[in-house]
């Protein structure tokens, strides 16, 4: 197991949500910050840090709010923790983020750093200032399975929900879908437990309307790409018992 695999495995134990997330650290001429964005929360942090997407990680936290509060400022720390020697140096990067009155992290976020970022390996602080906190970004992008047989079913597992409508009954049987794709949501808060949503259906794409009559929908569905060409099929169909529940 590798370095960054044993602390991910460690803190898969210590939060028990976890979103795919990337971190530009900066440093020049004894300037430091960093940038992180998880576009499946839509949450972005920088400290005046505006470019840069690497390395890819993943982002540990408790829960959404009131942890990424978009008014409460935060401190981190960036480390560094290494094993081994010369080429066979691991080293990961480590940033726990705080509320400047505590000393447990509500969220740390852990990547493998690329090789030629081993140079500039060096722990430092941040945060604390009035540019120091999370902010939404415009759009999420959630990671989410489709399968499809009589009833559809997307996952959400970064959300812990999933929503689920059934087919229509003079839609023609026999057809089975299970793609990976992505959720695109504009207001995660909108995706409620409970109310029924309206869905538009075709086998590329899938709309998740609040209301019937609406023209902005909610939640837009695409499939990556399909797993099988051989069992692609055209149908498109619209229903109305679209609901989210958690998982």
Request: glycine letters at 8%; hydrophobic letters at 35%; one cysteine or more.
């Amino acid at each position: 197991m590798t370095l960054t695999s044993e602390l991910q495995s460690q803190a898969s134990k210590d939060f028990p949500l976890v979103t795919p997330a990337f971190v530009y650290v900066f440093t020049h001429n004894g300037i430091q910050g960093i940038r992180v964005e998880a576009p499946e929360i839509m949450k972005e942090y920088t400290d005046g840090v505006l470019l840069g997407r690497d390395p890819r990680g993943l982002l540990y936290f408790h829960t959404l709010r009131p942890d990424f509060n978009e008014e409460k400022s935060i401190n981190y720390s960036v480390t560094f923790p290494s094993r081994g020697e010369g080429v066979n140096k691991e080293i990961a990067i480590v940033i726990d983020f705080l509320r400047p009155t505590t000393t447990q992290p509500f969220a740390t976020f852990i990547a493998t750093l690329p090789q030629r970022a081993h140079k500039d390996a060096t722990p430092f602080e941040g945060g604390g200032g009035s540019e120091s906190h999370w902010t939404t970004l415009d759009v999420a992008q959630i990671t989410a399975q489709a399968s499809l047989s009589k009833e559809v079913e997307l996952n959400m597992q970064t959300l812990k929900k999933k929503f689920t409508f059934t087919v229509p009954d003079d839609v023609e049987g026999g057809h089975h879908l299970n793609e990976w794709g992505y959720l695109l949501v504009k207001d995660v808060g909108q995706l409620e437990v409970g109310p029924t949503y309206f869905v538009d259906y075709t086998n590329t794409r899938i709309l998740i309307f609040k209301e019937q009559n609406d023209e902005n929908p909610v939640a837009v569905f695409g499939c990556y790409e399909l797993e099988d060409d051989s069992q692609s099929f055209d149908v498109s169909f619209q229903a109305c018992d679209g609901q989210f529940s958690d998982i």
